[in-house]
């Protein structure tokens, strides 16, 4: 293949992200420069961090221009160098975006061991959502054995591995997660304690009886409407790690926080975090995560998009929660 | 007088507190047994905390049940003892509540030192909204010299303390009140760099005015629409100690917070707390606090009330920001 193909952002989406807003272009396969290496990207991650990159609203991160390839992290071989640290046929992680091919000067890559796992897993588990996941909970919420920890987007790349580090560290885990399907994988392959669907008539009482003793800490993944249940059910001094709020990303109105008054009455710490601001633990984290996914106490499930081409749809239905475990998209 | 006159919860409200959910009541003044020291109050303490003491709802301390005498912090002279710590003519701080005389084990009583301010400063700025302030600042925000940090119920008996540590610190210093006159206050009396007035046309406009580098700190004792506004000026790694809600506790219906998704875009790390439960840095603080107010550095103003009968109509008044400064009764 001569031809790079690209997915571009079109336009800021309005509400919710069509796939008008995304346009394919191709362009030759470019050639690398000195210190740089060219890689053949084998999976794309879909992440819902990547909606905010599509707004023009301030974040904190710089957004994707109109016209620009979209942002996303990637895992390929090195197909040429002209950089000596990495040689044709290396396996490498990084941030090529939504691309066949891209370039880099090599400081953000990093080599990935295939004998330890799927390429594709250093997009999740073994990667950004997994790092993610264990300083959100381990880091900043500095769970207790014996207490309950409530996440949302209980099944996803993160949720799923904040469920397994926090069963590992002794604690009480409750899931929330949209469906039967994905609540029983929870339960039945993850090991929660117990998972809520969000989407079945009475998900509040099934909240409560699930936390019989009160929410201890919470790993925030939604937000809205399910914030607001696990708020009114915490417990004095409970810890909250705001990774996102994915049932916002596309609402054109602000859900209003109703049970915000519970911050002060249960005298809550609540911490938002975005998880390339601890680089330097993720080295440790990795390495303990690969030790949990070789032992077996970590498991992962992946959604499998084919193909570049179906990367809008994909995320689309990534952000409506269509995918079940880690999306990716497979490029070659 | 051989009489104690007590106010108790006659009911308990629904939305705004009115005069006729207290009742007053005469009893013979109690003679102390034991142990024990029968004190007359001469100042009551008003304090938004009370509201939330007068409803079912669970909170961070007991409610008071229908029919008992109303919770709050005194300080007076103690009439008879049977004590051996405290002679009678001491003059004491502790929490008889809302009536003429107060009996006490001794335990939860503190000797004041008129000396240094006059009595009824110690409910306030040497007492507990002064150690709120101090600790809400100072150990959950930790400012920096230079970073912005704002202040809501800014005049009031914990506001008023929060600007001035702020300014103490190096920091630019903004208000919010009610009306131009605490504004004033806030600016010219204070030291504040500036103060918004929230029931001014265009306050939001000015909220940005006053801090146009953004707000790096906020000491929230309000809620609400300010809250809100605040949210959406903070900067990255913003610090909000969360001490009270004040504009939500007579609401019957929850305010939805809407800009909650700043806490997460500024990975803001929000703390609730309640002054009682960090007992061991109030000698440390109450210590500094009155060398700020011998040196001048700390400036305090008091409402008085005339009179126990008049707690009511003033605790009212005080929930509606009725009050200039800490709100006390004088009860001799």
Chains 1, 2 share one sequence.
């Not at 790079?4 to 509400?15: C, E």
């Not at 023009?56 to 990637?74: F, I, Q, R």
Request: with cysteine.
């Amino acid at each position: 293949m001569t031809t790079n193909r690209q997915i571009l952002l079109a336009k800021r989406p309005t509400g919710w992200v069509t796939e008008a807003d995304f346009r394919m272009v191709e362009s030759p396969v470019p050639v690398p420069g000195d210190g740089q290496v060219l890689i053949r990207n084998h999976y794309l991650s879909l992440d819902p961090y990547m909606r905010g990159r599509m707004d023009d609203a301030p974040s904190y991160a710089e957004n994707v221009k109109v016209g620009d390839v979209m942002v996303g992290g990637t895992v390929g071989e090195v197909v040429a160098s002209k950089n000596p640290k990495f040689k044709p046929g290396a396996m490498v992680g990084g941030y090529a975006g939504w691309q066949d091919y891209g370039l880099s000067d090599g400081k953000a890559l990093s080599r990935i061991d295939t004998s330890i796992a799927p390429a594709s897993w250093y997009l999740g588990v073994l990667g950004m959502p997994g790092v993610t996941a264990w300083i959100g909970l381990l880091d900043i919420c500095q769970p207790r054995a014996g207490e309950t920890v409530v996440v949302s987007a209980a099944s996803g790349a993160v949720g799923s591995v904040v469920g397994q580090l926090a069963r590992i560290a002794g604690c009480r885990v409750v899931g929330i997660a949209g469906g039967p399907e994905k609540c029983g994988y929870c339960v039945n392959d993850l090991g929660f304690d117990a998972c809520v669907d969000y989407k079945a008539d009475g998900w509040r009482k099934a909240l409560s009886a699930a936390a019989p003793k009160g929410i201890d800490v919470n790993f925030e993944n939604v937000g809205g409407e399910v914030l607001d249940a696990v708020l009114s059910r915490t417990n004095a001094f409970a810890r909250i790690a705001l990774c996102g709020l994915v049932s916002q990303y596309n609402a054109t109105e602000a859900y209003g926080v109703k049970n915000f008054r519970f911050l002060l009455i249960n005298r809550i710490r609540l911490q938002g975090f975005i998880v390339s601001e601890y680089l330097d633990k993720w080295p440790r984290v990795l390495q303990e995560l690969a030790g949990h996914v070789a032992a077996g106490r970590v498991k992962y499930r992946e959604t499998v998009a084919d193909g570049l081409e179906n990367a809008p749809s994909a995320f689309i239905g990534m952000l409506r929660g269509l995918n079940f475990g880690k999306q990716v998209v497979k490029l070659v």
